[in-house]
């Protein structure tokens, strides 16, 4: 009620700024934090919602996805692809934070030759378990661990799952350092990779310098240096046209063809049966579990989960864009 005695009519607010769909690939410089650049862009942007899908270390350059207004719906598909590093390792020298922008906190004279490192590699391929850097986001008893550690505070973090699918040594350009090239899935951390390799190699280390190459279906071929973006001061908002389509995102989320009444049953919500597609089951799709991209013709549908001999939908397409399944 209002002093007057009257009833108050509550508005919603209209978000600000203007409505902008779409994935923008930036090439992140180094010096600057992932959520410095959405902030950024954004501002350039003058969207309404916009998002990143997945962090950069402030020392690291590379591809990095924002996401803007429906495009923010896709980011966990976009998390969960396949990502490609660049690093270089300085042995030697053990920093708090794993990498260059840390603290030395230890030191080795050993410098292990290029076959160690090489017989060393394949211990970290394939599904392994990975201790965090404690400088890293992860949440202990609702406090980030890169906060605690700043506070001087003992961070002790668990191992966790990590797929690694290409570790390589690529150069070796002197003693000190190393250059490798990693493929890796969903959370797995350059700067464990790093120390942990230092470590099996009888050292110390740290990365030096990180370049990410790929976030899923976004290359570097396709990313735009942020200081040519614009937009702020007395330059003019950068074109819509540096934008991709919102589906771009999941495109390397296999494809399974439906017919038009298929597609109709699937948004009314019908389960399919995966021995009724048998055939048209991508060969990359799990049927434990993994996603596919349901098309009718070149027109999508949807995502699709394939799980206890089913197919359901998991987010289909509006037109307010790709929406999630009651």
């Not at 902030?39 to 942007?45: D, L």
């Not at 969207?47 to 962090?55: D, E, Y």
């Amino acid at each position: 009620m209002s002093a007057n005695g009257k009833p108050r009519h509550h508005r919603h607010r209209k978000p600000k700024g203007r409505v902008v769909d779409g994935w923008l690939i930036i090439d992140k410089p180094s010096g600057i934090g992932s959520t410095d650049v959405v902030a950024k862009v954004k501002r350039a942007f003058d969207a309404q919602k916009c998002g990143h899908g997945g962090t950069l270390d402030p020392l690291a350059t590379g591809v990095l996805p924002i996401a803007l207004g429906t495009a923010t719906k896709t980011v966990p598909y976009v998390m969960d692809g396949t990502k490609s590093y660049r690093f270089t390792l300085r042995f030697g020298d053990l920093r708090d934070t794993d990498d260059a922008d840390g603290k030395t906190i230890e030191t080795s004279e050993a410098r292990p030759t290029d076959e160690a490192i090489r017989a060393a590699l394949p211990a970290f391929i394939g599904d392994i378990m990975q201790i965090p850097p404690i400088y890293s986001a992860i949440k202990l008893g609702g406090e980030r661990a890169y906060d605690l550690a700043r506070e001087g505070q003992i961070v002790e973090l668990q191992p966790r799952p990590a797929r690694v699918d290409r570790f390589e040594l690529e150069s070796r350009p002197d003693a000190d350092t190393a250059v490798f090239l990693v493929e890796s899935g969903k959370g797995v951390y350059m700067r464990s990779l790093a120390r942990d390799l230092a470590r099996a190699v009888g050292t110390v280390g740290h990365i030096a310098a990180l370049r990410r190459m790929r976030v899923g279906p976004f290359h570097e071929a396709a990313a735009i240096p942020l200081d040519k973006l614009g937009g702020s001061g007395d330059t003019p908002p950068p074109s819509l046209d540096l934008l991709l389509p919102v589906a771009t995102a999941l495109a390397d989320i296999p494809a399974l063809a439906l017919t038009e009444a298929e597609a109709m049953r699937l948004m009314q919500g019908q389960a399919f049966s995966l021995v009724d597609l048998m055939g048209r089951i991508p060969g990359a799709a799990s049927p434990d579990g993994g996603l596919v991209r349901a098309m009718a013709g070149e027109r999508f549908v949807g995502l699709c989960r394939l799980d206890s001999g089913l197919m359901r939908a998991e987010r289909l397409v509006s037109q307010e864009g790709l929406q999630p399944v009651a």
